[in-house]
């Protein structure tokens, strides 16, 4: 991999012949594991300029219309977060001479917290080309990477490291976007279950709104039901004249603060209903028997969607160095390979330009595991039949340094083919953020990915994600309870492996129900390398008998703690949150029992006094009475507040009543829902509306007195 230094360049194609589709990633750590950023890119004309505002993109426009820009969002790595964006190079505009790559972050917080700061290049298959880190980052808040930029027809990086203190708004302003960033009205935002007739008045406006300037189309939502498209259809023949006027005459300036989601009011249901009556579906799944039969239908249900609706497929197939382009998909296809043809479950075919990319898809569902030789196979073919790349879809979720199959690659083949995996909980997740949250720009298409959400989610599709914690789930918790397991058992490394490969899905599932980043937070003082990392936490596992986990929920103010305790049979959920600079202890106090009004009546409070291993502490119900009691008596200083729910945790280690899993799917959920949305009244209250935010925020619920 070459290495870059600041201000250096080179050239694509010296480094790979494959450079069509290029992916970039921006990574970095921190100490406590709860520093972030966000990605931008800027598209600009050899005057260093954007041709229009929308050649900005960030977080409130992720996508370009032609897919020649992806941002495709946050990922965990071994020792933080990588920031990954793809982009199609042979789709970019001709009059576009630079891709200006920089990342930006809020709330105060400065560039110089971080630690290794790098942006990654990789080819359309997935090799690493090229490197850069930045070692000096300073008190910045906003940070020029990279650009990409053309020479003589071909394609350069130039390694740039360069600063802003101004910020987001800053950085894009000097590149010629127009920003506005005037604080919207509260009393404007319209939640989904008001029946007033100006909500329908906002829905009927945004709409029109939406068709006049086509700039920011797919980040509104669309309605997903049939009843709704008829509701939004009727409403947007009933706008006034001057409402079309001004949404014809001023198309909205790109807005820096997060975007608010709204989804569609639920219509009622009418007298020609019975809650024991099926809805209609396009794909059932009601009648699948066999587990033949569910991966068949599992994997033709997705492909078909995945063409017919452009922005579900290119999202699942940009990170694999795919070219945005029309898509074709097929199952049960037939390849020769000597005397015994081979029958991967589908391809993928994506055309542009009169260039292909084509992958092969191998499916399971239910627990089945994919099978190395089989895989091994697939990509022999692909290698000589010049297709692209092999991807695998499972229910396992695939963890940085332990792939799920090991597939050797003949590197004496001209063609190079990448191997990924994709798993059934990430395909469900950029489902629902696209239909509940950020919305797709044809009714019809949300339709489809809604049959596809709701066949996904069925109990008889077996496409629910990771269900079995493994064979060596049962043999560790008994080696706990009887003191019997040994550090350096590699049984204990494996249930490791599983907690994080369980933790990640629950990261995926609650995104996608509250439409925010959701990333396990990984600390940097456990060491870089993941297989040493995973077995120190097994040997802690033998030594305390505790899993530990930390979850980071974009827009909450703290991280949320996971724990599960073996020897105990019982998960603890909690988290800290921090006292304002300013104020008073039992003001403090009582403005916290306050903002928990609705918590449960179990929920353990305790002190955190500074220079001490714990403060007083009680449960929310004897504290409602008398705040005061969690105050330390000697008058320490008090650090911050540790909120804990405890629940009793499954005994068998799959997803069935009982399982392990569903008791941490359920004390996570519960938790989120009766304590963290509480603590800052600007968060979401429920999955069907989201505010997003910042990570690392203050507890800006608790106020100051005066």
Not at 418 to 432: C, D, F, G, I, Y
Not at 503 to 515: A, M
């Amino acid at each position: 991999m070459h290495e870059m230094v600041k201000g250096g360049n080179v050239g694509l194609a010296s480094l790979s012949e494959d450079t069509g589709s290029v992916m970039v990633s921006l990574s970095w750590s921190s100490p406590t594991g709860e520093g972030d950023a966000d990605v931008s890119v800027l598209l600009l004309t050899a005057d260093g300029k954007v041709r229009a505002d929308t050649d900005f993109y960030f977080y409130n426009n992720p996508v370009a219309p032609d897919g020649c820009v992806q941002l495709l969002g946050k990922s965990p790595t071994e020792d933080g977060n990588e920031d990954r964006m793809t982009f199609d190079l042979t789709a970019i505009p001709p009059e576009v001479e630079q891709i200006v790559v920089a990342a930006s972050r809020y709330e105060g917080a400065r560039f110089g917290d971080l630690h290794d700061l790098r942006l990654t290049l990789a080819d359309g298959a997935g090799e690493n080309l090229l490197r850069f880190s930045i070692e000096d980052a300073g008190a910045v808040s906003a940070l020029l990477f990279g650009e990409l930029y053309r020479r003589g027809g071909d394609w350069k990086f130039r390694a740039i490291g360069q600063g802003y203190e101004s910020g987001l708004a800053g950085l894009a302003t000097d590149f010629g976007v127009d920003i506005d960033d005037e604080a919207e009205p509260e009393d404007a935002e319209v939640e989904p279950e008001d029946g007033e007739a100006a909500a329908d008045a906002v829905a009927s406006a945004t709409h029109a709104l939406t068709s006049a300037t086509h700039a920011s189309a797919a980040a509104l939502p669309i309605p997903a039901q049939a009843q709704a498209q008829a509701q939004a259809q009727e409403l947007a023949q009933t706008v006034s004249a001057p409402v079309e006027a001004v949404a014809a005459k001023a198309a909205p300036r790109p807005r820096t603060a997060k975007k608010k989601v709204t989804l569609p009011r639920v219509a009622k249901k009418s007298l020609a209903e019975n809650e024991s009556w099926r809805t209609a579906r396009l794909f059932p799944a009601s009648a699948l028997k066999s587990d033949r039969e569910r991966e068949t239908r599992a994997t033709s249900v997705l492909l078909s969607v995945m063409a017919q609706v452009p922005e579900f497929g290119r999202r699942l197939t940009a990170a694999f160095g795919a070219p945005a382009g029309r898509m074709e998909t097929f199952t049960e296809v037939s390849l020769p390979n000597g005397d015994s043809p081979r029958r991967p479950d589908g391809v993928i075919r994506v055309e542009r330009a009169g260039k292909l990319w084509t992958a092969l898809v191998e499916t399971k569902t239910n627990g089945n595991p994919l099978k190395p030789d089989q895989v091994q196979a697939y990509a022999d073919i692909a290698a000589r039949r010049g297709y692209e790349a092999v991807i695998t879809l499972s229910n396992d979720v695939e963890l940085d340094g332990t792939p799920l199959v090991d597939v050797k690659m003949d590197g004496r083949r001209k063609n190079k083919v990448a191997l990924w995996h994709l798993s059934w909980a990430e395909v469900t997740h950029q489902a629902q953020m696209l239909i509940r949250h950020e919305g797709v720009a044809n009714a019809a298409h949300a339709w489809l990915l809604q049959e596809l959400l709701h066949y996904l989610q069925h109990e008889n599709s077996g496409c629910h994600g990771f269900q079995n914690m493994g064979p060596a789930w049962v043999p560790v918790r008994k080696g706990i309870d009887d003191e019997t397991l040994c550090q350096g058992d590699p049984r204990a490394v494996h249930v490791v492996e599983s907690w994080e490969r369980l933790v990640r899905q629950v990261c995926l599932r609650l995104g996608g129900e509250l439409g925010q980043k959701v990333l396990p937070v990984q600390r940097a003082k456990r060491g870089t390398d993941p297989r040493a990392r995973r077995a120190a936490l097994a040997d802690q596992l033998c030594r305390d008998g505790k899993l530990d986990a930390e979850l980071r929920i974009e827009g909450t103010p703290g991280i949320l703690a996971l724990c599960a305790d073996l020897r105990t049979g019982k998960l603890r959920t909690s988290i800290e949150i921090a006292v304002p600079e300013q104020g008073y202890p039992l003001t403090w106090a009582k403005r916290l029992v306050r903002r928990l009004d609705e918590a449960p009546a179990d929920l353990h409070v305790e002190t955190l006094v500074a220079g001490e291993m714990g403060g007083p502490r009680g449960t929310l119900e004897r504290l409602r009475p008398e705040p005061g009691d969690v105050l330390p008596k000697n008058g320490a200083r008090i650090s911050g507040f540790r909120l804990s729910l405890f629940r009793g945790m499954g005994n068998t280690r799959g997803n069935a009543e009982s399982g392990f899993i569903r008791s941490v799917d359920e004390s996570v959920d519960r938790f989120h829902t009766h304590v963290v949305v509480h603590l800052d009244r600007r968060a979401p209250r429920a999955p069907q509306g989201v505010e997003a935010g910042g990570a690392g925020v203050r507890w800006t619920g608790v106020e100051v007195d005066g």
